[in-house]
């Protein structure tokens, strides 16, 4: 039992247990994410982006009714409930939107807008041919660089990946190519590469 002069920024053993399963992200395979993974990779991002803890709202005693895990839910039912097309997005919006953001972004809230949601849902993750934020220089997700890493290449935007999908063909890369695929990547999106 803690005393009255301790303070602590977890309310409770299951927020606790909640945010023990953030460490997962890193040894559990990203299609067998749930929530608390997918909300442990989205503090992760913001650590990164802006140096600072995400600040929990803590509205609920049951993190499974709290206003991020309503988030979740929310982005879920608007964009998908495949956790590797939810990581997708959390990369995505934290390369494309937060730092165009004029101010720190401080809530969530901010991935389950409509006027962010659908236009990915419309152009990146349908593929349509007209998406206009990706070119050379664009980053790629996290999870595609650890695929040519982990092949010993060093690819990072999608203009190297375009470069390297134009060489001659050899099974290091055709291998990575695959693996890329079974990541949801389709090839086709290179063509539209400025």
Request: net charge positive.
């Amino acid at each position: 039992m803690k005393q009255d002069n301790e303070l602590s920024i977890i309310p409770n053993d299951k927020y606790q247990k909640f945010f023990d399963k953030f460490k997962e992200i890193d040894s559990l395979e990203v299609n067998k994410w749930g929530k608390a993974h997918l909300l442990g990779f989205f503090c992760k991002k913001y650590k990164e982006a802006y140096g600072l803890d995400y600040a929990w709202k803590f509205n609920h005693q049951s993190p499974n009714k709290c206003f991020e895990v309503w988030q979740l839910n929310t982005l879920c039912a608007k964009l998908s409930a495949n956790p590797v097309i939810l990581k997708e997005y959390i990369t995505w919006a934290f390369q494309t939107l937060v730092p165009k953001a004029k101010r720190r972004l401080t809530s969530i809230s901010f991935l389950t807008k409509d006027d962010v949601v659908n236009p990915y849902k419309m152009n990146i993750l349908s593929g349509n041919k007209q998406v206009a934020n990706l070119d050379r220089s664009t980053p790629l997700p996290s999870d595609y660089q650890k695929v040519f890493n982990d092949a010993d290449m060093n690819i990072k935007t999608y203009g190297e990946l375009a470069f390297l999908s134009n060489m001659e063909q050899t099974s290091q890369i055709s291998d990575a190519f695959l693996e890329l695929q079974l990541l949801g990547f389709d090839k086709e999106t290179l063509q539209r590469i400025i």
